[in-house]
């Protein structure tokens, strides 16, 4: 599989409306003062929750330094596998460097998540950590769509995303450091986005983290799909 060709705007990574981080240094130092490095209690609790298991062929979306892609990967263990996409080309070298110093065995290529370029039903589980809320509300949809597209029949999605806390105190903290327009994020959107692209069984709440909350959701089986067609003619 081909890396995209960097932007030619900027040379730094594909050409997206989402916003794309390069900072990785510093990205990944901010990152582990939150838990959320290789298998880190963070991103344990994410993979568990995204209920990824042994054999599972795993796809982490706006993957960063791969700290969450890596965990999966310990997850799937060695019968599965787990790749990491990122359109910053500066926070796919670190997660390799990270993979390689860890001797974790995982694939991380500059892609896009509105158009990864991975076959048709790849993924057992497609995975997103802090992402989402950086894309505008059409590229969320054509992200979406392109996840359902790579997913196996019966597989499934798992986003995390920011939730500003009810709790006034670490709502004014959450405010100081990440400001007004993180705040603003709102990932009580994205099942109505999910269930409008095609994604069955959605649900979503709470995680054990202040700051996030989870949406899931799962591509159809065959059987499913065409008993959904079914349906939807039957009221035509």
């Given amino acids: 599989m081909h890396n995209m060709q960097n932007n030619p705007k900027t040379g730094r990574g594909p050409e997206t409306t989402g916003a794309t981080i ?4 510093q990205y990944d130092i901010f990152a582990n003062l939150l838990g959320t490095g290789v298998n880190r209690l963070n991103s344990r609790m994410i993979v568990e929750m995204a209920q990824i298991k042994p ?3 795993v796809l982490d979306v706006g993957c960063g330094t791969g ?3 890596l965990t999966a990967k310990n997850y799937a263990g060695p019968t599965g596998s787990a790749y990491g996409i990122d359109a910053s080309p500066e926070m ?11 001797g974790m065995e995982a694939v991380f290529e500059v892609r896009l998540i509105e158009q990864t370029g991975y076959p048709e039903a790849t993924f057992d589980v497609v995975i997103s950590r802090l992402v989402i809320h950086h894309l505008p509300d059409d590229l969320k949809r054509k992200a979406f769509a392109e996840i ?8 499934h ?8 806390p009810d709790n006034p105190f670490l709502a004014h903290a959450a405010l100081a450091l990440v400001g007004h327009r993180m705040m603003q994020a709102d990932v009580g959107i994205i099942p109505a986005m999910l269930k409008e692209t095609g994604f069955i069984e959605v649900s979503s709440g709470p995680t054990r983290s202040a700051f996030l909350g989870f949406v899931s959701g799962k591509k159809p089986a065959a059987q499913e799909e065409i008993l959904n067609t079914t349906k939807k003619s039957c009221k035509i």
């Fill in 22 to 25: 390069h900072q990785a240094f």
């Fill in 92 to 102: 796919i070298d670190v997660a390799r460097k990270k993979a390689q110093r860890t």
């Fill in 67 to 69: 700290s969450l892609t």
């Fill in 148 to 155: 359902l597209r790579v997913l196996k029949p019966g597989g």
């Fill in 157 to 164: 999605i798992f986003v995390a995303d920011f939730k500003p």
């Fill in 55 to 57: 054999g599972d062929r």
